[in-house]
């Protein structure tokens, strides 16, 4: 093999590696609903196959020929196509996998398929460079194009391609490309010209293939990574929105989830209330006037649609990560206004580097409906560090108001930086100057909450009544300071450097 | 060369002490990649631009110090073990201050626009990436001036590298982080750091007398 041949090979394996390996940990990042140490473990099965793939490398190279021997380029084409083959099926079989076994069970196949990935590197370097004292530099010339490739991978899969295409889309992609690369190194192997052009329709038949299968094989991936053992024909989602930033899943029930995580549900309704609203309702009593209000995560749009229809409130500025979810809400008539709200500013970014950019904006109140405490980051919205910066951005009087989503260690953090603070079942309203409800301005405000000139109750039907003193009586039942600090006594601060509600009790979940 | 490093028939082989050492530097850098990576996404964001930029910088480091450790071990007369050493040294130094860095840099990041931010972090990761992905080809060129199968010795090398990057990958999701938190995880990284980049310049010292 020609050293520009290696090289070829060495960058679209690398490309091709690198861009599965995105696909792989979306796939994996989901259905293991963000567990932290998803990553760490598809990462180590990930490059352990490498390496098992490099030290099969290894013994070929001990028995076969040497640099230049167009004889062994063949069997390395044949290679390349099934280590593609095989690369393809991973996500499809872990979506099969995750419907009868734990997710982990189909780490091998991904340890199989980067193996085969992996193998070929050292294979092209073997037979692309000489075995002389120049050997270090033409390995480092290999090593850069494969690392050229990876670099690509990442780069135009995790940044362009997952904002235009599918997973799926991409697979497919990846699929041709590879079959691309077989044909490269069967259009240079020493075989008769019948082989040959046999070896390129193999390869012509292997790119057709995965666009005739990509359908079957990837019908409704995420709906089998997301109910694991109990998916059925009635799973499927109406709404799926793939983007860079992650994949928003959402059912015939308004459920919406992101990532694969709970991402509560698009309804403004307290009465049902089928994702505890009436806590966005609560607010109501507890601010005389919250004229300037932050809210960090945007999700189905409920809270921050509640929130900007408070009575006092002016203005609403909303940080959201991910702008897939200005789609889905678009899509639902009850939140759908608050893409037309005047009130409402919506920045897509990160929540708290946008806290950072903007040190003289200030708040009468601040609303973190933040991701399940355990979830992959999560610390980057609940360490000290970040809530020390939160009330550094409170106006005199203000609150901050998050989800703990039951975490102890949540709870002791917040009460580790603010004074005073009450807890609404799991949401932790915290300041510096006391926390007490007003029940009569409550009931004021409720009473006459409408959401685009609808009113919230509507105490002309059969039970209303009922159901608002019912949702009232919860709004008051504010758990005071001293308990909260009495359940969580033990439970660490989470910190940037000890991410304990993330890595501390792992195994909880 | 010892009788351990060499192969049936008088072979020249691998000299063993290869394995352990390029295992252990392959286990700190994976420390350092996930360590720095959560620390750059706590100071800078965790938006997909910061994470691309991150992995790029990554990528672009190792592409960079592959192709410089190369053109080092070109040179026949050069000792590619004493720079492979003093280089795995040089990451460790790095890894001690990195924490504290990484914070400048992120109280740096705060005033500035994105293009310069960005830059900022992109130059920060560059430099300890380079003296990462100099190791394998100054390490392989050792070898293969022992061993002259290139396959063989590139197979071995990278695939013992890649078997310590998993080792730890595994080892900082379900242990490290945890008991240790990030600066812990990382103060392991410089400690491996300096065992290996010690034993390839003690182990160069003795060949050379």
């Not at chain 1, 459920?255 to 109501?284: C, E, H, K, Q």
């Not at chain 1, 910066?389 to 260690?409: A, C, H, I, K, Q």
């Not at chain 1, 007490?436 to 000139?453: K, N, P, S, Y």
């Not at chain 1, 359940?487 to 989470?494: D, H, L």
Request: glycine letters at 10%; hydrophobic letters at 50%; aromatic letters at 10%.
């Amino acid at each position: 093999m020609s050293l520009a041949l290696a090289l070829v090979v060495a960058f679209l394996s690398g490309f091709i590696s690198l861009s599965g390996e995105v696909l792989w940990y979306r796939a994996y990042s989901f259905v293991s609903e963000g567990w932290p140490p998803a990553f760490g473990l598809m990462l180590g099965c990930y490059l352990a196959g490498i390496a098992a793939g490099a030290a099969g490398a290894r013994r070929v190279c001990g028995r076969e020929g040497s640099s230049g021997d167009a004889r062994f380029l063949a069997p390395l084409g044949a290679f390349v196509l099934a280590a593609n083959a095989l690369s393809f099926l991973v996500v499809p079989l872990l979506a099969r996998i995750s419907t009868v076994a734990p997710w982990w069970a189909s780490l091998p196949v991904l340890a199989l398929a980067a193996g085969a990935l992996g193998a070929i590197l050292p294979l092209a370097s073997h037979f692309g460079v000489a075995p002389d004292d120049r050997a270090g530099s033409g390995v480092s010339r290999i090593f850069a194009a494969n690392i050229a490739g990876s670099t690509l991978g990442t780069l135009l899969t995790g940044y362009v391609l997952m904002d235009v295409w599918t997973l799926r889309g991409i697979s497919v992609f990846l699929a041709v490309l590879g079959c691309l690369l077989a044909a490269a190194v069967f259009s240079r192997a020493a075989l008769p010209a019948g082989k040959r052009f046999a070896a390129l329709g193999a390869c012509a038949a292997a790119a057709v293939a995965s666009f005739v299968l990509q359908g079957p094989l990837f019908d409704r991936i995420w709906e089998r990574m997301l109910f694991h053992r109990t998916f059925g024909d009635w799973a499927r989602f109406p709404v799926v929105k793939e983007n860079r930033n992650d994949v928003i899943c959402v059912t015939t029930d308004g459920l919406v989830f992101g990532g694969g995580v709970y991402d509560g549900v698009v309804s403004t309704s307290p009465s049902p209330d089928p994702n505890g609203i009436w806590r966005a309702y609560a607010l109501a009593g507890f601010h005389e006037a919250p004229r300037d209000v932050l809210v960090v995560g945007l999700s189905g749009g409920a809270w921050t649609q509640v929130l900007a229809h408070m009575p006092g409130v002016e203005r609403v500025v909303v940080v959201e990560i991910n702008p897939g979810y200005l789609e889905v809400i678009a899509r639902y008539p009850q939140v759908a206004s608050l893409l037309r709200n005047p009130k409402v500013e919506i920045a897509i970014d990160d929540g708290r580097r946008w806290l950072r950019r903007h040190p003289d904006r200030r708040f009468d109140l601040i609303v973190q409906n933040t991701p399940q405490h355990w979830r992959a980051h999560a610390t980057h919205l609940l360490a000290r560090e970040h809530f020390e910066l939160v009330r550094s951005r409170l106006n005199t009087g203000g609150r901050f108001y998050f989800n703990t989503t039951d975490s102890p260690e949540a709870q002791a953090t917040a009460l580790a930086v603010f004074p005073h603070a009450v807890l609404l079942w799991n949401f932790l309203l915290a300041g510096d100057t006391p926390v007490e409800a007003d029940a009569a301005r409550m009931r004021t405000a409720l009473r006459g909450f409408a959401i685009d000139g609808a009113p919230v109750w509507d105490f002309s039907r059969a039970g209303e009544e009922e159901a608002f003193e019912a949702a009232l009586g919860k709004c008051l039942r504010a758990v005071p300071r001293d308990e909260i600090a009495r359940k969580t006594s033990g439970a660490p601060v989470i910190t940037d450097d000890n991410m304990a509600s993330e890595w501390a009790r792992w195994g909880r979940h | 060369m010892d009788e351990a490093a060499r192969g049936e028939g008088g072979g020249a082989r691998i000299p063993r002490w290869v394995y352990p050492v390029f295992f252990v530097s392959g286990f700190a850098a994976l420390i350092y990649q996930v360590a720095w990576q959560r620390a750059l996404f706590t100071v800078v964001g965790i938006n997909v631009e910061t994470v691309t930029l991150v992995v790029s910088a990554f990528m672009l480091g190792l592409g960079v110090g592959s192709l410089a450790g190369g053109a080092l071990s070109r040179d026949p007369g050069r000792a590619a073990l004493a720079w492979f050493g003093g280089v795995e040294v040089g990451i460790g130094a790095f890894g001690a201050a990195s924490l504290p860095l990484i914070e400048a840099v992120g109280r740096a990041c705060v005033g500035l626009p994105d293009a310069a931010s960005g830059a900022l972090v992109f130059g920060l990761i560059l430099v300890p990436t380079t003296l990462m992905g100099a190791t394998r080809p100054l390490l392989v060129a050792h070898a293969v001036r022992a061993d002259r199968n290139v396959g063989r010795a590139v197979g071995a090398l990278y695939g013992v590298n890649t078997l310590g990057s998993a080792a730890a990958s595994v080892a900082t999701a379900l242990v490290l982080l945890a008991k240790l938190g990030l600066a812990g995880s990382v103060h392991v990284a410089v400690a491996a750091n300096l065992l290996v980049g010690g034993t390839a310049l003690v182990l160069w010292r003795r060949a050379r007398s």
